[in-house]
């Protein structure tokens, strides 16, 4: 059996060597990148939406602590997702122009850039997580819930980091298959670690919230490790080594270059989400617990116009580098109208059945009349979602990070945040002004990428 699955994946490295992105149906090389980025990014959600669902059981603070936290942990990463757009950038390019060397060179350079950032927000976790949790205003009771929570995730970041680095080496040299199996590998032990830790069963002890924390760190490890471990097995399309390794200033500068305003654009965009739960708080427990089902299940929703805007990106980059800009732009119009009309029918699903969908993660019946209304008005949000998810990712996987962090910062400062305050503070609709004001925010970056992307600028971005 193990000869047998050596066998199968050895086969598809060597086919993932050899594959050229920048030739060929561009459909069927989107088609091909996007859905193990598809199936990978939706099994990495199984995680936290399992969690949710055992946590759930636990009753609406735990649930609204789970959130509340989580918005704290996706900050975190999203900033080191944002600098290691850089690396992505670095290695699609170089790939595309046949530079595999120079793409190791960035990949060394990224762990130095991982190794500072996660340690980093390991301290902080440490020593400022009840302060996070007071400085949004939630009730004492949900502090105590989640304050140890959060401090496990933030130490955990360290696997997370170096998961999220093997992951972005491999998806933007052109293998999107490895990350899948990897993710389904350490999701599989999320799945069954988590009801264990989190209720105490078998031989485990009862943690609680603690439990779903302390999860995600081991079966984050377990993805680092398997990572990490092919990239330097020459088991994916680049080769990771580390012989004649020295830190490189000039490469770790256009590393962060790159990086760093994607890094701001993730963050702010999460700052965002951290202040709407601040305005969402004075409503009450349960409004803060509808707002985090409702953010579960855009996450499972949005799962696959990420997964064509990353493979989008990644030929993007590629073409670029190949100096073929139609072709990077075709990618782009093409991943848009396939991730447009999945997320129509999505929409039309939500109008008829947000209610079944929110039961799934909880059966109070007030809890379930606010999550579903929120559904139900983000939909029309929803209708523009391949217009962001797509077109945004080609821009940055193009290494022009600059004018998506200045969109992402408009919209959410100058529209969203404040929109939010002043309808639900000034408006009958209360809470519920604040999803439109998360509409509205949704339509203007839809309507800003579709522009720039026209355009055409970031085709002669140089990185």
Excluded at 168 to 197: E, N, W, Y
Excluded at 274 to 295: E, R
Excluded at 441 to 448: E, P, T
């Amino acid at each position: 059996m193990d000869k047998d699955f050596r066998a199968g994946h050895n086969q598809y490295a060597a086919f993932a060597r050899g594959r050229d992105f920048t030739k060929g149906s561009i459909v069927r090389n989107l088609l091909s990148l996007s859905w193990p980025m598809i199936v990978g990014n939706s099994v990495n959600m199984i995680g936290p939406t399992v969690d949710m669902i055992w946590v759930g059981r636990l009753g609406p603070d735990a649930i609204a602590g789970v959130g509340v936290s989580g918005i704290a942990v996706m900050l975190a990463q999203s900033g080191l997702m944002g600098l290691f757009q850089g690396l992505r950038a670095m290695v699609a390019r170089y790939i595309g122009s046949g530079e595999e060397e120079k793409a190791n060179h960035a990949a060394q350079q990224a762990i130095v850039v991982g190794v500072i950032s996660s340690v980093a927000l390991a301290l902080i976790g440490i020593f400022f997580a009840e302060s996070i949790l007071r400085l949004i205003g939630v009730a004492p009771e949900v502090v105590n819930e989640s304050a140890n929570y959060l401090r496990i995730q933030f130490i955990g970041m360290t696997a997370m980091s170096f998961r999220m680095m093997a992951e972005s080496i491999m998806q933007a040299s052109g293998d999107a298959l490895t990350p899948m199996k990897i993710a389904v590998a350490f999701r599989l032990l999320h799945v069954v670690l988590s009801p264990l830790l989190i209720f105490g069963l078998w031989i485990f002890p009862r943690m609680g919230v603690n439990g779903a924390a302390v999860t995600n760190v081991f079966s984050q490890s377990l993805g680092t490790a398997l990572g990490f471990w092919i990239l330097l097995k020459g088991q994916s399309r680049l080769r990771v080594s580390f012989k004649g390794f020295k830190i490189d200033p000039a490469v770790l500068w256009r590393l962060v270059r790159v990086g760093f305003p994607a890094s701001v654009m993730g963050m702010q965009m999460n700052l965002g989400q951290f202040l709407l739960m601040f305005l969402i708080a004075p409503f009450g427990t349960l409004a803060v617990a509808a707002h985090t089902l409702n953010q579960r299940i855009e996450m499972i929703m949005f799962m696959p116009a990420w997964g064509v805007g990353m493979a989008a990106g990644v030929l993007a980059g590629q073409n670029l580098g190949a100096r073929q800009p139609q072709r990077a732009e075709r990618s782009g119009w093409l991943g848009t109208a396939i991730v447009e009309g999945f997320a129509i029918l999505c929409s039309v699903a939500i109008l008829l059945w947000a209610e079944s969908l929110v039961d799934v993660f909880s059966t109070d019946k007030e809890l379930i009349g606010i999550a579903s209304t929120f559904l139900r008005i983000a939909v029309v949000g929803y209708v523009v979602t391949g217009f962001i998810g797509v077109l945004q990712q080609c821009i940055s996987g193009a290494g022009d990070t600059i004018v998506p962090m200045v969109v992402s910062l408009l919209a959410i400062w100058l529209i969203q945040l404040p929109l939010a305050f002043l309808i639900s503070r000034n408006t009958s609709l209360g809470v519920y002004g604040i999803r439109w004001a998360i509409v509205a925010s949704s339509v203007v970056n839809a309507i800003a990428y579709t522009t720039y992307f026209r355009m055409g600028r970031w085709k002669r971005k140089e990185v």
